[in-house]
């Protein structure tokens, strides 16, 4: 449940509409073609790569991987075995960022800690309750489905958008949740009915500027949270550590400004991708693609995850940069991709 924090704030159809290319152009580049390729730090984004590249399932893939486990210098590692693909051409990428909030929380509902984030109903069907009757009906009440409840009801519905997160409960603990499933009503985005009704220009949403507005608002914030239907449930995951990144779409934890998010329809899920980034803060790295999302679609398209907590969603938020991004795909795939064209 992906997507970018700036995406489903304005939804992806707002953001950009360039259509979905069936046949993308296809352009096999050299390494001395990539911005900054020199510079990076390829032993880290080699590390990332082995957290998923075992779970590939194309054989080609695979060899590379066992490859790759013997340690090799990973540039060298890199540079002998793939080939740098632009998919698209000339189509300007689109970046966006997203992050893993954490909530305070309890175990245990008291005054302060009042909103429930709840697991997956066992009755679900498509469309069921909507968010309105979940949260201001109490239609879930009573039924024992509260994984735990939190102090703020905006930063809930945020955690819902982003699909996973932390909640931090008063001993220090930590409980990590993950996306469950949902209700079945097609997500309305709130940004947006905030532009339609001229509170703001869609220069200036973004979920601190709708955070700040619920908040200075309660009773009319409250009605702009249930203008959006849609409803996602959570799962408790437990990690070994509960240091790392959440469950990426290969179900391993993914890794703060090394993972980002992809259309797998044209990007392999655990390929490496190199993005330049023409932002306020320009980026030029080699990124592992372990996660995707419901607004990340398209040739040029990623999400960047930018780690944990407040300041991590601060820095995501502030992403919507342009640029383009590079998929390395073994020499096989790459010569097999150009004799296609």
Do not use: K
Not at 60 to 74: D, F, I, K, N, S
Not at 187 to 199: A, D, K, T, V
Not at 217 to 226: A, F, I, K, T, V
Not at 249 to 262: G, L
Request: glycine share 10%; charged share 25%.
């Amino acid at each position: 449940m992906r997507g970018g924090l700036f995406s489903l704030v304005l939804s992806a159809a707002s953001l950009f509409s360039s259509p979905v290319m069936a046949q993308p152009e296809i352009q096999i580049l050299r390494f001395e073609d990539l911005d900054g390729w020199a510079e990076d730090d390829h032993e880290t984004a080699l590390e990332v790569f082995l957290n998923t590249c075992p779970d590939m399932a194309d054989d080609e893939w695979l060899r590379l991987c066992a490859v790759a486990q013997q340690r090799p210098v990973a540039r060298t590692f890199f540079e002998l075995f793939f080939r740098p693909v632009l998919i698209g051409g000339d189509q300007p990428a689109l970046f966006t960022g997203y992050f893993e909030p954490e909530l305070q929380g309890s175990r245990v509902e008291t005054e302060r800690f009042r909103y429930p984030v709840y697991r997956m109903p066992p009755d679900v069907e498509e469309p069921w309750h909507t968010r309105r009757e979940i949260e201001a009906e109490g239609r879930l009440a009573g039924r024992g489905l509260e994984i735990a409840w939190v102090d703020d009801a905006v930063e809930l519905f945020f955690l819902q958008i982003q699909g996973s997160g932390r909640i931090r409960l008063p001993d220090g603990s930590v409980i990590r949740v993950g996306y469950a499933g949902r209700n079945g009503h097609r997500y309305r985005s709130i940004g947006q009915e905030l532009i339609r009704r001229g509170i703001y220009e869609r220069h200036q949403v973004s979920a601190q500027v709708i955070q700040a507005w619920v908040n200075r608002n309660p009773s009319e914030g409250r009605e702009l949270l249930y203008h959006n239907p849609s409803y996602v449930f959570f799962r408790e995951i437990r990690t070994r550590n509960p240091d790392d990144g959440p469950l990426g779409a290969m179900n391993r934890s993914i890794t703060p400004m090394r993972s980002i998010a992809v259309d797998p329809a044209f990007t392999p899920l655990g390929a490496p991708v190199w993005i330049e980034t023409e932002g306020e803060i320009p980026l030029r790295q080699l990124m592992i693609a372990q996660d995707t999302g419901s607004a990340i679609q398209g040739v040029q398209r990623a999400d960047i995850f930018h780690g944990f907590g407040d300041i991590a969603g601060r820095a995501a938020g502030r992403i919507r940069d342009p640029g383009r991004m590079i998929v390395l795909l073994p020499i096989e795939h790459a010569n097999q991709m150009g004799s296609d064209v």
